[in-house]
């Protein structure tokens, strides 16, 4: 029969988490180091390493170490290990030697952790990870953990995280609905990425560990979650994290936050916690992170990492129900167990790495790291070495790095910590040996409290998983027609086959009837039992008929299954050859992809090349088409130039024409007057007694020059938009232009054009004429919409303003006269306007009208001084 479902309550127990702070009269254990050398190159000839034995090393120092260079004395050196790995060692021993007992405790509630440390290039990552064929600890450590408790696992989504580092448990039914939501959000992932070699860990041929634990618990329900981060410039990003890429505009990863919980430990707060049914499904989450891990080339390695990996396994078990069906849903009977397997950057000298840029930031923060860690741990070393055995010292600096702050429960009690030293046996790398060899000393000084497993004792009676398996494979033998064998009469039911005996009670001895009966009765049976046996003759040969028949039909079928068998057998020989041309043919793909990647960005680099040369044209031709449209301006501007010096230079030699003119009057007058000396007698006196007169001439009549007709003044009602230069200054024009209604503005924009709401536009615009003088042009225009709502100016007219110097009343050009000379001038020009005669050349020389060319104002009239000799005649 089945147990009943409700169980009787059994009694509470102390909870069982694992401890967290080691008390001082717990038992302690140091940190256990060991070493592995590393098998030596081709190209690697002389060895600093010497194995001692077992447990001890000895460094050679070469002759070209820096203690020789530096005239120093070096000696070679002996170092202890808890286990020496030489270069023959193979991974299994390794494992067995360092983790196999960590992985035993995991399982029993205990956490542990491990570091592999050494220099770049020493095989770290080999001794964590290992190869296809030979695996490390980690793909060991998966193995012997899976075949453990491969059997007792609950099924999916059964253990979720509560995001505060612990676990919360829900029923079978709840774990089905959130297992097909989360299949369902992969898939979705799955479609709206493009996987590429994502599933590379399934082409791979792992040979696995088939070591197992005989003493897990049954009654145990286990589930294992794994995460993956690494630490990049004292920065934490999680490797399991799905973010959507944006082509376009990529993000950069966002670094996580180190938290504390309830029980004081340290966890990384969001990391991604996957859970897994397997070796492979673990290992291919490994291989996820792993690609996503900063790895570069440098002098010392092609793919050295850059970053400190912490790849975790989180085992979490809980005790069954008192059924032995499904775990409690408790979460306080929930047990929590971590291996941490941290695989460290190699420490490195940049003047050897030739590291820069980003490398050598990369190097910095590297080295601090583990100059932290080393830090951590000689401190510790001086604290436990006190008198008293306390650990209240001095302060270890935890926090001066994520790498030591993440482990800081470890290394006060938290868990068993081992600790593998990777060495390069090679001679140039003995000055990097040395430090590395430094470190793992005062490791192994440090002490940490022994951690204690979780009490199985939970109140309720062991054996229940094993029992409720019997139950269940019982219950499957007794079924009959579906039903159970213990409620079905069918089964206790005695085969009747021949009538019951009839009364053989003798009354007397005469009594015949019941010795008749009896006869008859046994007569009849002996006929049926005739007939049963005849009958069973019959289904004895038809069942032998049917046997061979049967068995006829068994060796056809087995002849059958033996050829499908031998053709399945080929096609799966043919399957693996095109296995394997699929998977040549998919390199070759992925070769081809990579080679059209490169002719993409090749095409795409000359694309760039081309548009900047395109570019590059064009704006030449722009350019051109400037230089072309300034140099026409330049020429324009030049022309105009030599036209108005052409002019100028016309008009200078009209002048001086007309000055060589009146020299030859005036050498024409003087002969006229020594001709007139002669002819006195013949001129008739003056009617007013004062000297003689010829007849009477019209004087010269200046000429004006012709009057420009008047530009169109603005109307009061319009609105001007005044474009002034800011380097233009006011002149003193006479006939300047008053504009009422306007706004002045140095550089006209759009809006000045829209909110002065302006109809018309001037522009001034300054430059020198030909005469050197300042010359202003008022360009003037109507504004117009545009129906692209925009505004357009079309130009109507120029006025030009001058400031022309007034000869008549400028003081430096006014002559000079005596007083009574300009009396007698003044007099002599009113005679001669009465009774002078203007025909002779002497009067008409005595005239004179001083001006310049284009000159508006009024002209100067001279007049000669009569000269003495002329009035005593």
């Known amino acids: 029969m089945k147990p009943s479902s409700t169980a009787s309550p059994y009694p509470r127990k102390t909870p069982r988490k694992t401890p967290r702070k080691p008390s001082k009269s717990k038992p302690t254990d140091p940190v256990e180091v060991f070493c592995r050398i590393r098998p030596l190159h081709d190209n690697e000839e002389e060895l600093c390493v010497e194995v001692v034995s077992k447990n001890t090393i000895q460094l050679n120092p070469p002759q070209n170490s820096q203690g020789f260079k530096s005239g120093h004395r070096v000696t070679a050196t002996q170092h202890s290990f808890k286990q020496v790995f030489d270069e023959d060692s193979i991974q299994k021993n390794v494992f067995d030697t360092v983790a196999l007992d960590i992985v035993h405790d995991l399982i029993h509630g205990k956490n542990g952790l491990i570091f592999a440390y050494g220099i770049t290039g020493s095989g770290k990552t080999y001794t964590m990870t290992g190869s296809q064929s030979?695996?490390?600890?980690?793909?060991?450590?998966?193995?012997?953990?899976?075949?453990?408790?491969?059997?007792?696992?609950?099924?999916?989504?059964?253990?979720?995280?509560?995001?505060?580092?612990?676990?919360?448990?829900?029923?079978?039914?709840?774990?089905?609905?959130?297992?097909?939501?989360?299949?369902?959000?992969?898939?979705?992932?799955?479609?709206?990425?493009?996987?590429?070699?994502?599933?590379?860990?399934?082409?791979?041929?792992?040979?696995?560990?088939?070591?197992?634990?005989?003493?897990?618990?049954?009654?145990?329900?286990?589930?294992?979650?794994?995460?993956?981060?690494?630490?990049?410039?004292?920065?934490?990003?999680?490797?399991?994290?799905?973010?959507?890429?944006?082509?376009?505009?990529?993000?950069?990863?966002?670094?996580?936050?180190?938290?504390?919980?309830?029980?004081?430990?340290?966890?990384?707060?969001?990391?991604?916690?996957?859970?897994?049914?397997?070796?492979?499904?673990?290992?291919?989450m490994f291989w996820k992170g792993q690609k996503k891990r900063r790895v570069a080339n440098t002098q010392l390695n092609l793919q050295s990492s850059r970053s400190h990996s912490v790849f975790t396994l989180k085992l979490v078990q809980a005790p069954l129900d008192p059924d032995g069906e499904s775990v409690l849903l408790d979460k306080e009977e929930v047990r929590v167990s971590t291996l941490s397997m941290c695989d460290l950057a190699g420490s490195e000298r940049t003047n050897r790495t030739k590291a820069d840029g980003d490398r050598l930031k990369e190097a910095g923060n590297i080295n601090k790291d583990l100059m932290n860690l080393r830090s951590c741990l000689e401190i510790l070393r001086e604290n436990q070495a006190s008198a008293d055995g306390s650990q209240t010292g001095k302060m270890v600096p935890y926090r001066e790095s994520r790498l030591t702050h993440l482990f800081?429960?470890?290394?006060?009690?938290?868990?068993?910590?081992?600790?593998?030293?990777?060495?390069?046996?090679?001679?140039?790398?003995?000055?990097?040996?040395?430090?590395?060899?430094?470190?793992?000393?005062?490791?192994?000084?440090?002490?940490?409290?022994?951690?204690?497993?979780i009490n199985s004792n939970t109140g309720l009676a062991p054996g229940r998983r094993k029992a409720n398996q019997m139950f269940k494979q019982a219950l499957q033998n007794i079924k009959v027609d579906g039903s159970d064998g213990i409620d079905n009469p069918l089964l206790l039911k005695p085969i009747t086959t021949f009538p019951p005996f009839p009364l053989m009670e003798m009354t007397n001895s005469e009594d015949c009837i019941t010795l008749v009966n009896l006869l008859k009765y046994l007569q009849e049976r002996e006929q049926r039992r005739a007939t049963l046996e005849k009958d069973l003759q019959r289904k004895?040969?038809?069942?032998?008929?049917?046997?061979?028949?049967?068995?006829?039909?068994?060796?056809?079928?087995?002849?059958?299954?033996?050829?499908?068998?031998?053709?399945?057998?080929?096609?799966?020989?043919?399957?693996?050859?095109?296995?394997?041309?699929?998977?040549?043919?998919?390199?070759?793909?992925?070769?081809?992809?990579?080679?059209?990647?490169?002719?993409?960005?090749?095409?795409?680099?000359?694309?760039?090349?081309?548009?900047?040369?395109?570019k590059t044209i064009s704006k030449e031709k722009q350019d051109r088409i400037k230089l072309k449209q300034t140099l026409k301006g330049v020429v324009t501007q030049e022309r105009d130039k030599w036209q108005k010096e052409c002019n100028k230079r016309v008009k200078d030699k009209e002048l001086e024409m007309e000055t060589k003119i009146i020299k030859s009057e005036e050498k024409l007058r003087q002969l006229k007057e020594i001709v007139y000396k002669g002819e006195k007698k013949n001129v008739r006196p003056s009617s007013r007694g004062k000297g003689f007169f010829r007849s009477r001439s019209p004087p010269p009549v200046a000429k004006k020059p012709p009057v420009k007709l008047r530009h169109r003044r603005s109307k009061s009602s319009d609105c001007w938009l005044e474009h002034k230069p800011a380097e233009n200054f006011e002149t003193e024009t006479i006939l300047r232009p008053v504009l009422k209604n306007k706004k002045t503005v140095n550089v006209p924009e759009e809006k000045h054009f829209?909110?002065?709401?302006?109809?018309?536009?001037?522009?001034?615009?300054?430059?020198?004429?030909?005469?050197?003088?300042?010359?202003?042009?008022?360009?003037?225009?109507?504004?117009?919409?545009?129906?692209?709502?925009?505004?357009?100016?079309?130009?109507?007219?120029?006025?030009?303003?001058?400031t022309n110097f007034d000869v008549a009343r400028s003081p430096e050009r006014k002559r000079s006269y005596p007083e009574e000379d300009f009396d007698e001038a003044k007099g002599e020009a009113m005679e001669d306007d009465t009774t002078a005669s203007w025909t002779d050349v002497e009067t008409r020389c005595a005239f004179g009208i001083e001006g310049r060319p284009g000159q508006t104002n009024p002209s100067i009239h001279h007049s000669a001084k009569r000269r003495k000799s002329d009035e005593k005649s």
């Open 540 to 614: 004895r040969a038809t069942f032998r008929q049917e046997l061979a028949k049967l068995d006829s039909q068994t060796s056809d079928k087995d002849k059958i299954i033996t050829e499908l068998q031998a053709s399945n057998l080929e096609k799966e020989r043919e399957i693996q050859k095109l296995e394997r041309k699929l998977k040549m043919f998919s390199q070759k793909n992925d070769a081809l992809v990579k080679t059209n990647q490169q002719h993409q960005e090749n095409e795409k680099g000359l694309q760039t090349e081309l548009d900047e040369q395109r």
């Open 134 to 284: 030979d695996g490390g600890l980690l793909p060991r450590g998966l193995d012997v953990l899976f075949n453990s408790i491969g059997g007792f696992q609950t099924k999916p989504c059964v253990f979720t995280p509560d995001k505060s580092n612990g676990m919360d448990v829900q029923s079978e039914s709840d774990a089905k609905l959130d297992h097909d939501r989360k299949q369902k959000e992969m898939a979705l992932l799955a479609l709206g990425k493009n996987r590429g070699n994502d599933d590379d860990i399934t082409d791979m041929v792992r040979v696995p560990d088939c070591f197992k634990f005989d003493d897990v618990d049954e009654d145990n329900g286990y589930a294992v979650f794994v995460s993956y981060v690494e630490i990049y410039n004292n920065f934490i990003y999680d490797l399991l994290e799905d973010n959507k890429q944006d082509l376009i505009c990529p993000k950069a990863p966002v670094s996580k936050q180190l938290r504390e919980d309830n029980n004081r430990n340290m966890y990384v707060q969001g990391v991604t916690e996957v859970e897994v049914k397997s070796t492979e499904e673990a290992y291919a």
């Open 408 to 453: 800081k429960n470890f290394f006060d009690g938290e868990g068993k910590v081992r600790m593998v030293v990777c060495l390069n046996p090679s001679a140039k790398e003995y000055d990097e040996s040395v430090h590395v060899m430094r470190f793992a000393e005062i490791t192994q000084e440090v002490v940490v409290a022994r951690p204690t497993g």
């Open 754 to 802: 829209k909110e002065s709401q302006a109809t018309n536009y001037v522009l001034e615009h300054q430059e020198a004429d030909s005469q050197g003088e300042l010359e202003t042009k008022l360009i003037k225009g109507d504004i117009y919409k545009t129906t692209g709502g925009g505004r357009c100016v079309q130009f109507t007219d120029v006025e030009t303003l001058k």
